[in-house]
């Protein structure tokens, strides 16, 4: 662990992004990095956020839903509320 204040969990779910994208200095990278050793949950979390990136990329272009597709999900987020 190094010397600095070390993340909770609200602040890794902050930096999430940013550490996926490579883009925090390594200080903040190294208190991630710490973070995940030590908590199960943000662990978790960052493997569903990672499995929704891949999930999403693969997704088509906006407009290329086919109807029934579409319609399927209106009605399932519908059904969900």
Known sequence: MTDAEPLDCDEFVELVTAYLEDALDPADRQRVLDHLDLCDGCSTYLEQIRATVRAVGDLPEPGG????GRQRLLDAFRRGL
């Open 65 to 68: 839903l086919p109807d029934a």
